[in-house]
């Protein structure tokens, strides 16, 4: 089997993520964790990327860095070799520690770094006693409400401004920054502001969902499965990576995204009836397929469907979405689905 396609490019920015063998723990203590901070710190100098946000799980890790150079494969096996020789070595074990090869996407500009950093340091208080693990969103969700106790808000935002395994601290004035942390990037979007009216700003853009209740995540757009970002970067990304086939397995994989308008035109195609007679009618599947496809095909936020179905509860649509990927092993759809995706392929190069 080929292996999935890593993209390196000089100043590609990336989300960088590994997790333990069988889920199982990569850090066991604090001093686990201060190990990794000192490779983190190390990667700088041996490589020359720039770290500009890191959280620290249990059992799974998360960065953004930035490779001036096109080195991405050397700094990602680098730093899980070396961290699981000297994990084996204290904790007296011996076989993998991680799960695979590391996990990578490139990220086309600013705001998909800024989305990627507020989706990265919201970990901390995505588990299930605050309430924003997925199962509880589903269920936030099938409710049509988000309502959550001003408690609960309140602890989970403490979490995550002194959550000390993150980055996010640094970059609200919670914790003094590292040297080797870079925080320009994320700090520029907010330009013309004071030291502390930024600081504001990015903490009402990364805090949002946690009083929303709903924690939208940008993994749904990705293109082939590496890349967040706009059809003409990856048309730009196709023509960069041309070369040997055999060599870059993946590439075939950076399909164009797919229209709205083509989505909707498939269903009514498949269907035998017009968008309007169907969107709105209780239980009709129509409407449910068109959505999915959006997020899925189309690379949509929910936001946009929500706009695109003429106004609804952003929620709602998270829900939507949600029950067609549980239906979708119905038999008589699923062979309606398989006719909408041939239709669809069409329009994909």
Avoid at 127 to 133: A, E, H, I, P, Y
Avoid at 206 to 212: C, M, N, Q, S
Avoid at 227 to 254: D, F, I, M, T
Wanted: proline content about 3%; some cysteine.
């Amino acid at each position: 089997m080929a292996r999935a396609l890593r993209i390196e490019v000089a100043g590609g920015r990336y989300h960088l993520t590994s997790r333990g063998n069988e889920r199982r723990s990569i850090y066991r203590d604090d001093q686990d964790r201060m190990h990794f901070l000192e490779l983190l710190k190390q990667l700088p100098e041996l490589f020359g990327c720039v770290v500009h946000a890191y959280v620290l799980m249990d059992n799974h890790y998360h960065l953004l860095l930035e490779t001036p150079e096109p080195n991405l494969s050397r700094v990602g096996q680098w730093l899980n070799l070396s961290y699981g020789v000297w994990f084996n070595r204290r904790h007296q074990r011996v076989g993998h520690l991680f799960q695979g090869r590391f996990k990578s996407h490139l990220i086309e500009d600013d705001l998909g770094v800024r989305e990627v950093a507020r989706y990265l340091h919201l970990n901390p208080v995505r588990v299930g006693r605050f309430g924003l693990s997925k199962s509880d969103q589903a269920r936030q969700r099938s409710a049509a409400a988000i309502q959550t106790a001003e408690k609960l808000i309140q602890e989970r935002l403490q979490l995550l401004r002194e959550y000390p395994w993150s980055s996010y601290p640094a970059y609200v004035g919670t914790a003094n920054a590292a040297s080797w942390l870079t925080t320009e990037v994320l700090g520029g979007l907010y330009d013309g502001l004071s030291t502390r009216k930024r600081m504001e700003a990015l903490r009402r853009h990364v805090e949002g969902p946690i009083r929303e209740g709903v924690v939208e995540s940008p993994w749904d757009r990705l293109i082939g499965g590496s890349v967040l970002g706009s059809e003409e970067y990856v048309n730009q990304l196709r023509r960069q990576l041309k070369g040997n086939r055999r060599e870059q397995p993946g590439v075939k994989a950076l399909e164009r995204k797919i229209r709205w308008d083509q989505i909707v035109k498939s269903v009514e195609a498949v269907k035998g009836e017009s968008w309007e007679r169907f969107r709105d009618r209780h239980g009709d599947w129509g409407r449910d397929a068109a959505l999915y496809l959006g997020r899925h095909m189309g690379r949509m936020k929910l936001g946009e469907l929500a706009t695109a179905v003429g106004g609804l509860d952003y929620a709602v649509v998270g829900t939507a979405v949600s029950r067609m990927k549980k239906r979708m092993e119905e038999g008589d759809l699923k062979r309606e689905l398989r006719k909408l995706k041939d239709k669809l392929s069409k329009f994909e190069m």
